[in-house]
């Protein structure tokens, strides 16, 4: 079974959606985790998001990348460019990717602006974990 470890900026949004999805798709093929450079708590409007995908992620808690620097992991997969360096430096890992896919930008004047914002990354996390995970991990077509 392969250890994935998944990291962003916070471990609130982009990495909690991550690892929900590499958890459903991977199942039997993976054990994922995720952190973050700074965590902070989980975002809510995230969770939101991937509860209407039927995914709950609303008991994540975020994790600090510093508690993940002793174990091994045959894959990372860091989620910003701005992290990229420091994962990469204080990680042991066989196998390193990374992607970027932008913070999402709340509107404050508008919840349904929002929403749609979260439910685009979160069906571009979703598209690009399937694919990632058929292509690497294991066949889900």
């Given at each position: 079974m392969k250890e994935i470890l998944i990291v962003s900026q916070n471990n609130a949004c982009r990495s909690a959606i991550a690892e929900g999805w590499f958890k459903y798709y991977a199942?039997?093929?993976?054990n994922v985790t995720s952190?973050?450079?700074e965590p902070t708590?989980?975002?809510?409007?995230?969770a939101q998001s991937m509860m209407d995908a039927v995914i709950d992620i609303t008991k994540h808690q975020p994790q600090n990348?510093?508690?993940f620097t002793e174990k091994?992991?045959?894959?990372v997969l860091v989620l910003d460019n701005n992290v990229a360096k420091?994962?990469?430096?204080c990680l042991r890992y066989k196998n390193l990717y990374v992607f970027h896919f932008d913070s999402p930008k709340v509107s404050e004047n508008d919840d349904?602006?929002?929403r749609k914002v979260y439910d685009s990354l979160r069906d571009d996390?979703?598209?690009w974990a399937f694919d990632f995970i058929n292509q690497n991990l294991k066949r889900l077509i």
């Open positions: 199942r039997g093929a993976a952190a973050g450079i708590q989980l975002d809510l409007n995230a990348l510093k508690s091994e992991f045959d894959i420091t994962a990469s430096s349904s602006l929002t996390i979703e598209n």
